[in-house]
């Protein structure tokens, strides 16, 4: 490893950055966000794209490679085509990409590509007109699928479909969506319900297991043990016979935390060491005091050394009070 490589207290090698350009969505998924939410930071709260700039560049200059544009929903940040050429554009910076709902992705998909995004990652918890709109608080279905054949169309492959498996709520869609993403040639990740915030603690009432999952699909399908490029925390299988996968994020049932190579930077410029945890670190008042590179990577360094082993979603469910849109997805 790197003299200047981000290694944590237990000797966890941190590479990559999510990055939220704003606490806004589109859309109010019931495990997200509450209906009628309006608690929202100003705008002059974000970090602007200078000042993420910035920061990519330090991460990239302690050994960080991949990064990932977030939210809250990314694309109702205006400009963010110039915000990705400008990461683009940063020396060691190998693998960016997105996470949309894809309410707004047909129309910018061509534009994100020529500016130099890599990939996207799309929520879609259902195939349902109806349940769609019922699980996203009024979400139009058709424009995410429009999102999404924009999105392959241009070549930002793979294509990765994030579907949030809810008991009762749309776990009887799961093989239809794993043939839907088939079809297409779309990567499916199947997730488990985390309790951030008012609503994802009350969603936990709907949380299912994967692991049962799993055993229902491998009664349907042969799965073979299978490897995918990016930095997060998916276990992936491919169906026999096919190029199609299957990718598993299980942060309750089988915790991941001793691999976790990342940290989320949220829009307002605290550094939050974990998902399940209130560590943190503020970065925008050495961004707004004009701190150099050399400072912003002490700064950096010395936020690693406050991640903690693990989170604790299991024991304390109810102990993060902040929403995802908050933390950077």
């Known amino acids: ?35 009628g939410y309006k608690d929202f930071q100003e705008p002059s709260e974000w970090l602007t794209f200078d000042e993420i700039t910035r920061v990519v560049d330090a991460f990239c200059a302690l050994g960080a490679k991949r990064f990932r544009l977030t939210g809250g929903e990314p694309l109702t940040r205006r400009n963010i085509p110039d915000l990705v050429g400008m990461l683009s554009a940063v020396d060691g910076l190998e693998d960016l990409s997105l996470s949309s709902n894809a309410v707004k992705l047909a129309r910018c998909a061509e ?15 259902s195939l349902d007109p109806e349940r769609f709109a019922a699980i996203t608080g009024g979400g139009k279905l ?11 169309a241009v070549g930002l492959e793979p294509v990765k479909i994030n579907m949030v498996v809810q008991g009762g709520v749309n776990d009887d869609e799961i093989s239809a969506m794993v ?34 999952v799993m055993k229902e699909l491998s009664k349907e399908l042969e799965l073979i043990p299978d490897i995918m490029p990016g930095g997060g925390p998916a276990r992936y299988y491919r169906v026999a016979g096919s190029e199609s996968r299957i990718g598993l994020i299980t942060p309750i049932s089988r915790h991941f935390c001793e691999t ?4 989320r930077l949220g829009a307002d410029g605290v550094l939050y060491l974990c998902l399940g945890q209130d560590h943190s670190f503020e ?38 009070i902040r929403f995802m849109s908050q933390t950077g997805g």
């Open 111 to 125: 534009p994100l590509k020529a500016a130099g995004l890599d990939r996207v990652n799309i929520s879609l918890d």
């Open 142 to 152: 058709q424009k995410v699928l429009d999102g999404l054949a924009a999105a392959k």
């Open 283 to 320: 970065l925008r008042p050495l961004l707004r005091d004009g701190a150099s590179r050399e400072e912003l990577m002490t700064a950096i360094r010395h936020a690693i050394t406050l991640k903690p082993e693990r989170h604790e979603f299991k024991e304390k469910p109810d102990q993060i």
């Open 1 to 35: 490893m790197p003299d200047l490589a981000l290694i944590d207290p237990f000797q966890r090698q941190i590479e990559y950055l999510r990055i939220s350009v704003t606490d806004r969505c589109d859309l109010r998924c019931t495990y997200c966000l509450p209906p």
């Open 179 to 212: 043939e839907f993403c088939a079809e297409r040639d779309y990567t499916l990740r199947l997730i488990e319900t985390m309790p951030m915030g008012s609503t994802g603690l009350s969603a936990t009432s709907t949380y299912r297991s994967l692991d049962s």
């Open 260 to 263: 976790c190579n990342r940290v």
